[in-house]
């Protein structure tokens, strides 16, 4: 089992920043990718981010150039880094672990809320 705790979530102007984390801990082994995902309530999760384990990085097309998501292996965590928020990117945030690209593991969700 891995276990996930996000942080970083709140409340942000438009035009502002925030940086989400999430630590991994328990059976870390084999994490072949970890992402954040988002979801608005009546509507399904959507990928953001990505990195897999040799450090290349996918983005969902409307946050591309504003968001960066970075891995620390050491510490075993995810980071997404926020900038140019708008309240379009108003929403839960997951962390997502996937391991052995098979398994699924989520964070609680952290409340991000951009007001304009």
């Known amino acids: 089992q891995v276990q996930l705790v996000e942080s970083g979530g709140g409340l942000v102007q438009a035009g502002g920043s925030l940086k989400l984390s999430c630590a991994a801990s328990?059976?870390?082994?084999?994490?072949?990718?970890m992402s954040w995902y988002r979801q608005a309530p009546g509507k399904q999760r959507e990928l953001v981010g990505r990195?897999?384990?040799?450090?290349?990085?996918n983005y969902a097309d409307s946050v591309k150039g504003r968001f960066t998501i970075s891995r620390d292996n050491a510490k075993n965590t995810v980071s997404l880094q926020m900038n140019s928020l708008g309240p379009e990117d108003t929403d839960v945030y997951y962390c997502?672990?996937?391991?052995?690209?098979?398994?699924?593991?989520w964070g609680q969700g952290t409340q991000v809320t951009v007001s304009s």
């Open positions: 997502n672990v996937q391991q052995n690209w098979v398994r699924n593991y």
């Open positions: 328990g059976s870390i082994s084999s994490i072949n990718a």
């Open positions: 990195i897999i384990a040799g450090g290349s990085t």
